[in-house]
């Protein structure tokens, strides 16, 4: 097993661009959610999902977008950078209790 | 929702056992203590969780108050690569999901 992966491993945007970070697990897990993480700061919840087509928002879901086509796969879609979104973005995976991190995806909004 | 409070850091020294406090006065009945870490700028990895009783794994021991408004987790014989940062987190139950909501944890150093 692969476990969660997370493409790209680094990204730097303009203010105003869009991007999609891929997030990915193999291992069937229901529940998938995005975490963001500011320098210094522990993990904030951004949106989660429990399984296929179905999504719901986290601590700070603003600017960003979500979906949930695929047990799979679950991408989280920055909208409209801005620099304030600079953080690094960890997916998560599990099937009820436990949790399974990717590596994390590195964002620099200039 | 119940909130966690943790020391901000913490200093072990390396064979030593690294007692890390949480307190978690507001958890419910049905609610878990989870305690993750995470390694530099690494993803964060789990440790162990309980509800009342103590637990015990490879990696370290869970202790939860009988009043279970607060926890300890033990690292039995702490090595350089336990310098990590620990959450303790308490795991929300909803309808729709479960929700996991990270503070800002203990910044453990394990000294030589």
């Known amino acids: 097993n692969a476990g969660v992966t997370q493409t790209p491993k680094f990204q730097v945007l303009k203010t105003g661009q869009s991007m999609t970070l891929q997030c990915a697990q193999d291992?069937?897990?229901?529940?998938m959610s995005w975490y963001r993480q500011d320098p210094g700061m522990g993990l904030r919840l951004i949106h989660y999902s429990v399984g296929a087509g179905i999504t719901d928002q986290g601590e700070v879901p603003n600017g960003y977008n979500v979906s949930r086509s695929t047990t799979e796969d679950f991408p989280l879609r920055l909208l409209s950078a801005a620099p304030s979104q600079t953080s690094v973005y960890f997916c998560?995976?599990?099937?009820?209790?436990?949790?399974?991190f990717g590596p994390g995806t590195r964002l620099t909004v200039t | 929702d119940a909130k966690t409070t943790q020391p901000t850091s913490m200093d072990c020294a390396e064979g030593r056992a690294a007692n890390l406090p949480c307190n978690h006065s507001t958890i419910s009945g049905n609610e878990y203590v989870y305690w993750y870490r995470q390694i530099h700028s690494q993803g964060p990895q789990y440790i162990i969780h309980g509800l009342k009783n103590n637990e015990t794994n490879e990696m370290a021991s869970l202790i939860i108050t009988e009043d279970r408004k607060s926890s300890t987790l033990i690292l039995p014989h702490a090595t350089l690569r336990d310098t990590a940062v620990y959450y303790c987190i308490v795991r929300v139950a909803e309808e729709t999901g479960n929700q996991f909501y990270f503070g800002t944890g203990t910044s453990l150093t394990v000294i030589p």
């Open positions: 998560a995976s599990s099937y009820w209790g436990e949790q399974y």
């Open positions: 291992m069937n897990h229901e529940y």
